[in-house]
């Protein structure tokens, strides 16, 4: 019903700053949660960020509080992380999920995935 897309993604040397944007399709993207997860290398899919169809609500990994943060645009149909102070521990590839059910830090709540953008921080 939905499809995402991410891009944004790059090489940025640690402290640095990123955007990554989520560009959805269809007429129903507001009432889709939203969410972000990064996966590196040898490791499991991780949450995040999330945000609720109208932008009210916001979730954080404790790893990414204070640094990240997350926002939408209904208007657009595109959802939007921005990444400040990044380390080189942010470094994997970015998901972008939309979901109407489940928890919104699960990826067992998202129905809908994007193709992943590349993430590196360099120390």
């Known amino acids: 019903q939905v499809h995402v897309v991410e891009s944004g993604g790059g090489l940025v040397q640690a402290g640095g700053s990123l955007r990554l944007s989520c560009a959805a399709s269809g007429r129903t993207f507001s009432r889709y949660r939203m969410g972000w997860f990064r996966q590196a290398p040898g490791k499991e899919r991780e949450f995040v960020a999330a945000i609720s169809f109208g932008g009210g609500n916001t979730y954080y990994a404790d790893s990414v509080k204070g640094r990240f943060t997350i926002s939408r645009d209904n208007d657009k149909n595109t959802m939007y992380l921005q990444m400040n102070s990044l380390k080189p521990e942010d470094t994997a590839v970015y998901f972008c999920?939309?979901?109407?059910?489940?928890?919104?830090?699960?990826?067992?709540?998202?129905?809908?995935w994007g193709q992943g953008t590349q993430v590196t921080v360099s120390s």
């Open positions: 999920a939309a979901g109407a059910n489940g928890g919104p830090k699960y990826t067992s709540g998202y129905d809908y």
